[in-house]
């Protein structure tokens, strides 16, 4: 196959070092984490969905509020 379909390296090295990407990788391993650890209390796999919209009512804003911080 050919590598005309693959992005640029510069390009993807851009993308991983920008702050928005960074913010959207460190989001999605917050979410996998709290899937993992209600996945336990429940004894069965919750799925990405209801992990996500259940890290997001319970603790998005103080999670987003403390990177805030630490960045300061």
Known sequence: MSNDLKEPPVATDLLKNSSLYREFQAEREEILKHKWI?????????????????WIIKHRSKWRKARQAAGS
């Open 38 to 54: 209600e996945s336990e209390k429940a004894g069965r796999d919750i799925g990405f969905e209801r992990a996500l919209t259940d």
